[in-house]
């Protein structure tokens, strides 16, 4: 009777009414109950009963209760729904269709429709779906999501790839466009087709966009650096350029790619096959025997015609003398021996006027049918050395070229260290006696100082420190200076059929050439721009956790030990690298700390106390085991094999 007492429900609206509300944003834990995050330093508790209308990530309203002298957030109204197209896992229950949302904080199954044209039984447990959520529980009474289509089986060894492609809305096949090519380039290009130009390249590479011809001089060597022309055949502001536009970048996965361009074009008609009349645009650098790039680079339309496709081990192997492999003649011998001396002369320039980080190795996975069978490190040898040091040069005059011809391009920018940390990080850095002096740490001569101090460092402890201080990359439409690389500006321009930035600065180049005046460039471009190569690094990284986790879980509870190097410290554990392979796992806290070594985590200072005597800090290597392997979240749990020493290091 008094469920349905009118009175009494007025009543309880107007009590509800007088409570307070407040807006934010849902966080799930690993158990029932959640949190209304309301800043950075208010959230509020979400009972579990409350948690079943809300999903991780909600935006929603809430009313604040108090019970037991306790704020507790009822959810009330969905400002913005966590979920919209999204990736998932089937689930059966009783023969009927759920779905699992592809998110660590989002585990429970939800219930789930077909989309018209897809049959309900195709789908089994643990195929990889996309769906859309069509009903909200704090909306609709209950959840409910409509899927739309089967990404993936079960079983399907391609799995990986298809799941992080679909997660992060990416193309999964090249474009399709007309196969019948016309030139539709009209301006006049120099006849470059007898020029001993060659490439070098990974053995597997098809899109190869740029070749190599050097001669030596007297003061040095002239450095003609060619590069693929898909503008030729691609009209600003078609349809397939839109495409390239929207795609931004070819997308690298291990074991496969997706091109930006259709495949015909990127590895055929403009790739630089040998002895293949290719239209490309040029570069002419001049560099001094002190690797110095000496006044402007002279760029020009012509026609090419690779003579040589090289791979990185066959150069490296016959620079170091470590086959019997030759180049097919004394031409071309002579043309890798003078790239190999340009490109000492330049690292050695760069090395005393800008920037030249340490070697690390690249880590590839070896493949077989969708299986990781090892995972090789692979240094850069003096072949990916030499090939590195033109395409630099070339992108170092390329930003000279716009910046002085146009004052705009695409440029490759950073800014150094944050400057909103500019404080903090002098007061580290006097603790360490450096070298520059505040003022200079914003200039871009203090930063190149800085960082050739620290690579004279013992450890890599305060570099991987300093990193908390750092600005991100950027790309601006102003030429800016890049401190990252210690040059004054940067422009790629090598690279047209993988990045689409780099096709947008050859039709810049290609319209000073023509004596034309370019439309000035849009700032959504950039942000477009920077967006999709977030997008692509985190795919990147994805498939590589994906992949690590199915290889590493042969070695997880065994004795097996790696090589690993401190990379995160805070109160929870460690993030560590493991050398051998490039995976990262993670060293809890309860782990490390007993009632025999009891430690303290200090973030701030990248270390791990035992008293006053400092056990682990960042850039320390250690041996580790793989003590066991989250499948669904892919993350790596590791432990100590051997515990060092403890070391002297008094508290910063």
């Excluded at 029932?32 to 929603?60: C, N, Y």
């Excluded at 201080?469 to 790629?492: D, N, V, W």
């Excluded at 700032?523 to 994906?546: F, M, N, P």
């Amino acid at each position: 009777m008094l469920q349905n007492n009118p009175l009494l429900a007025q009543l309880k609206q107007q009590l509800r009414e007088s409570l307070p509300t407040k807006e934010g944003v849902v966080r799930a834990t690993a158990k029932s109950f959640g949190f209304l995050e309301i800043s950075d330093k208010e959230s509020i508790f979400i009972a579990p009963p409350q948690m079943k209308k809300v999903l991780h990530g909600d935006k929603i309203s809430a009313v604040i209760n108090t019970i037991d002298d306790k704020s507790q957030a009822e959810p009330q109204t969905l400002l913005e729904a966590a979920l919209k197209q999204f990736v998932g896992r089937v689930k059966r229950h009783k023969n009927k269709l759920q779905v699992v949302p592809d998110h660590p904080q989002m585990r429970d199954a939800l219930k789930a429709v077909m989309a018209d044209e897809l049959v309900d039984k195709a789908l089994q447990d643990g195929d990889w779906v996309l769906a859309s959520l069509s009903q909200h529980a704090l909306r609709d009474e209950q959840f409910l999501v409509t899927v739309t289509e089967l990404i993936a089986k079960a079983d399907d060894p391609e799995a990986p790839w298809w799941v992080v492609l679909a997660r992060h809305k990416l193309a999964k096949a090249a474009p399709v466009a007309d196969s019948s090519w016309t030139l539709l380039d009209t301006q006049t290009r120099g006849d470059l087709t007898q020029l001993p130009f060659f490439t070098i390249d990974s053995e597997s590479t098809q899109d190869m966009d740029d070749a190599i011809s050097i001669s030596s001089t007297a003061t040095g060597w002239q450095l003609l650096v060619a590069v693929a022309d898909p503008d030729a055949y691609i009209a600003a502001g078609s349809e397939l350029d839109n495409l390239a536009k929207a795609r931004a970048f070819t997308t690298y996965l291990p074991g496969r790619n997706v091109p930006m361009l259709p495949r015909d074009l990127a590895d055929e008609l403009c790739s630089l096959h040998p002895e293949q009349r290719r239209p490309a645009l040029c570069a002419q650098l001049t560099i001094g025997t002190d690797g110095s790039l000496q006044g402007e680079a002279e760029f020009s339309l012509a026609w090419i015609c690779s003579k040589a496709r090289f791979s990185y081990n066959q150069v490296s192997d016959f620079l170091e003398q470590k086959s019997d492999w030759q180049p097919p003649s004394e031409l071309m011998a002579k043309q890798l021996t003078e790239l190999a001396a340009m490109a000492k002369a330049r690292q050695n320039w760069r090395q005393q006027h800008a920037i030249v980080f340490q070697d690390k190795p690249d880590y590839r996975f070896e493949l077989d049918n969708g299986k990781v069978v090892a995972i090789h490190a692979e240094y850069r040898r003096i072949a990916n050395q030499m090939v590195e040091e033109a395409m630099i040069a070339a992108n170092l005059a390329c930003g000279q070229y716009l910046a002085n011809q146009l004052g705009f391009g695409l440029f490759n920018t950073h800014s150094g260290f944050d400057v909103s940390k500019l404080n903090a990080l002098n007061e580290l850095l006097a603790k360490f006696t450096s070298p520059v002096v505040p003022e200079q740490l914003s200039t871009l001569q203090g930063y190149c100082q800085l960082r050739r101090w620290l690579q004279q460092q013992p450890t890599a402890y305060l570099e991987i420190r300093l990193r908390r201080f750092q600005s991100y990359a950027a790309i601006s439409i102003k030429p800016e200076a890049h401190f990252g690389m210690g040059l004054p500006q940067y422009a790629t321009w090598t690279s047209p059929i993988r990045k689409y930035g780099d096709l947008v600065n050859q039709r810049l180049i290609k319209a000073v050439l023509a004596q034309q005046t370019p439309e000035p460039l849009a700032e959504s471009l950039t942000q477009h721009l920077a967006e999709q190569r977030k997008t692509q690094r985190k795919a990147e990284r994805d498939i590589a956790d994906w992949l690590y986790g199915h290889y590493l879980v042969q070695f997880a509870g065994s004795e097996q030990t790696f090589s690993g190097e401190i990379m995160d410290i805070n109160r929870a554990g460690m993030r560590v690298r493991l050398l051998e392979n490039g995976a990262t796992g993670f060293i809890p806290m309860s782990v490390i700390s007993s009632e025999s070594l009891p430690l303290t985590a200090n973030w701030e200072e990248g270390r791990c106390y035992q008293a006053e005597t400092s056990v682990y800090e960042l850039g320390q290597q250690l041996q580790v085991q793989i003590d066991s392997i989250d499948p669904e979240n892919q993350s790596i749990s590791l432990k100590i094999a051997s515990i060092p020493s403890p070391s002297e290091h008094t508290p910063l």
